[in-house]
T-cell receptor, first 113, second 111 residues
Framework: DGGITQSPKYLFRKEGQNVTLSCEQNLNHDAMYWYRQDPGQGLRLIYYSQIVNDFQKGDIAEGYSVSREKKESFPLTVTSAQKNPTAFYLC????????????FGPGTRLLVL | DQQVKQNSPSLSVQEGRISILNCDYTNSMFDYFLWYKKYPAEGPTFLISISSIKDKNEDGRFTVFLNKSAKHLSLHIVPSQPGDSAVYFCAASDRDDKIIFGKGTRLHILP
């Protein structure tokens, strides 16, 4: 079954702690994306990767970091520098970079304790 | 500055009637438009798209209309069903840029 998986579904972070959100896809897609959704807001792009070992900042990259060591994996680290990390985080992928239809994972809700 | 605008945060429609969700954009370079549907606590799912060379695309109960001169597109759902209750995101892209999403419109289908 092809798709995108994100784990965990819920994640709790203490003040000053870094946490890493997992995103895996077995669709053989080149491009992967991380979005953040807040109440009343659309999806805002954090980082995206068009190809392995390459990634670019999106609109709200501050306080986040990513890596793309493997085609199927694009983990997102929410660092302690991110002052308002509580949000719903969505990972997506697309067959061709920066184009058209993106397929989304189920999301991870991050809560700060 | 929002390039993709969904000015109605919510919309209520009677079951069986037509739902019309609207979206405006400001960037004339956008050449591809998409609609996504999202249920609470889930990722968005792709619904329907339209290229800028067309003015209409239909898929079952869903039709997207594009008016390039007005920089406006709309999603029509007919007949509306209870399972259509969700948040709908309009999105746009050009060939050299990432997809830009609107803020979404929450659609409530009333029994």
């Amino acid at each position: 079954d092809g798709g995108i998986t994100q784990s965990p579904k819920y994640l709790f972070r203490k003040e000053g702690q870094n946490v890493t959100l997992s995103c895996e896809q077995n669709l053989n897609h080149d491009a992967m994306y991380w979005y953040r959704q807040d109440p009343g807001q659309g999806l805002r792009l954090i980082y995206y990767s068009q190809i392995v070992n390459d990634f670019q900042k999106g609109d709200i990259a501050e306080g986040y970091s990513v890596s793309r060591e493997k085609k199927e994996s694009f983990p997102l680290t929410v660092t302690s520098a991110q002052k308002n990390p509580t949000a719903f985080y969505l990972c997506a992928s697309s067959a061709v970079a920066l184009q058209e239809t993106q397929y989304f994972g189920p999301g991870t809700r991050l809560l700060v304790l | 500055d929002q390039q993709v605008k969904q000015n109605s945060p919510s919309l209520s429609v009677q079951e069986g009637r037509i739902s019309i969700l609207n979206c405006d954009y400001t960037n004339s370079m956008f050449d591809y438009f998409l609609w996504y549907k999202k249920y609470p606590a889930e990722g968005p799912t792709f619904l329907i798209s339209i290229s800028s060379i067309k003015d209409k695309n239909e898929d079952g109960r869903f039709t997207v209309f594009l008016n390039k001169s007005a920089k406006h597109l709309s999603l029509h759902i007919v007949p509306s069903q209870p399972g259509d209750s969700a948040v709908y995101f309009c999105a746009a892209s050009d060939r050299d840029d990432k997809i830009i999403f609107g803020k979404g419109t929450r659609l409530h289908i009333l029994p």
